[in-house]
């Protein structure tokens, strides 16, 4: 199952998920579809978090989603883009052997989501490794 999660998180980062040809990137849109805010949708044209990630930019990503917690909890599409920047985020940390700094980003992660499953789960899974 952890195998599965990641590779989906990582085609998502690649932008396997959002597709990378020149229809789908000249026009947002394809993508997400008119936002309804009666519906909680988080406009695509106003969530440049994943550009931000894609430019190794996390912290330019996290504090976007700051700006726009709340709308964006309210769509469960952003919330899956925002738990893949965490991610990648604590990844990048990883990557590098900072596991202190993959541990922070993973508990940013859990108290800007407010104990989203999948943060925790990857959180669960750092400390169980490292022995914090």
């Excluded at 883009?81 to 990648?88: G, L, P, S, V």
């Excluded at 590098?96 to 943060?119: E, I, M, N, P, Y």
Aim: proline share 4%; hydrophobic share 35%; aromatic share 10%.
């Amino acid at each position: 199952m952890r195998k599965l999660l990641t590779a989906l998180l990582f085609l998502a980062a690649c932008g396997g998920a959002r597709g990378t040809d020149a229809s789908s990137a000249s026009s947002p849109s394809n993508y997400h579809g008119p936002a309804d805010p009666k519906k909680g949708d988080f406009p695509y044209e106003l969530n440049p978090m994943i550009d931000l990630m894609n430019q190794s930019n996390y912290q330019g990503a996290s504090d976007f989603l700051a700006q726009h917690l709340d709308q964006c909890k309210a769509s469960q599409e952003c919330v899956y883009d925002a738990e893949i920047i965490y991610y990648n985020w604590a990844n990048a940390f990883e990557n590098v052997g900072d596991w202190q700094g993959a541990r922070k980003t993973l508990q940013d992660c859990l108290q800007a989501l407010q104990g989203d499953a999948t943060c925790t789960e990857r959180l669960a899974d750092l400390e169980s490794r490292h022995h914090f």
